[in-house]
C-alpha cells in the first residue's frame, strides 16, 4: 500500500462486521499531508467517505507514513499515539477497537 487510497480499498477486505455488532460511531482520519476520510460504523455495515465529518465520535491525526504503517501491521498504533505520531481526539478509548474492526 502507498497512498490513503490503496488504504481505503484494503479496509473495505478486512473490515469484521461481527466485531461492528450494535456499534453507530464515526472514525475521523485526519491525515496531515493526505487527503482525510472518515469511516461511519452502523451496526455491522460500515461506509467510508473522504472528506471531514461533522461530528465524529473520534479523530485520529496523523501522516501519510503513520497511517500506512497502522494500517498494515507494521506499525504499533499504540507506539505510534505514544511516540507522538498519532494524536487522538474525542473518544480514545473507541480508537482502540480500530483493531478488532479491520484485523491486519
Same mark, same amino acid.
Given at each position: ?22 456499534m453507530e ?23 467510508? %467517505? ?7 465520535? @473520534?479523530?485520529?491525526? =496523523?501522516?501519510?507514513?503513520?497511517? &500506512? $504503517? ?8 499504540? %507506539? ?7 494524536? @487522538?481526539?474525542?473518544? =480514545?478509548m473507541?480508537?482502540?477497537? &480500530? $483493531? ?5
Open positions: 500500500m502507498s497512498s490513503v487510497a490503496d488504504i481505503l480499498e484494503q479496509m473495505k477486505s478486512k473490515f469484521n462486521a461481527d466485531a461492528a455488532a450494535g460511531n464515526v472514525f475521523q482520519f485526519q491525515v496531515e499531508d493526505g487527503d482525510s476520510f472518515y469511516v461511519a460504523i452502523n451496526d455491522g455495515n460500515f461506509d467510508v %467517505q473522504k472528506g471531514e465529518h461533522d461530528d465524529p465520535s @473520534v479523530t485520529m491525526i =496523523m501522516d501519510t507514513e503513520t497511517l &500506512l $504503517g497502522v494500517m498494515t501491521g507494521e506499525l504499533d498504533g499504540m %507506539q505510534a499515539f505514544m511516540g507522538g505520531k498519532l494524536r @487522538v481526539e474525542g473518544d =480514545m473507541l480508537g482502540l477497537k &480500530l $483493531g478488532e474492526l479491520f484485523p491486519v
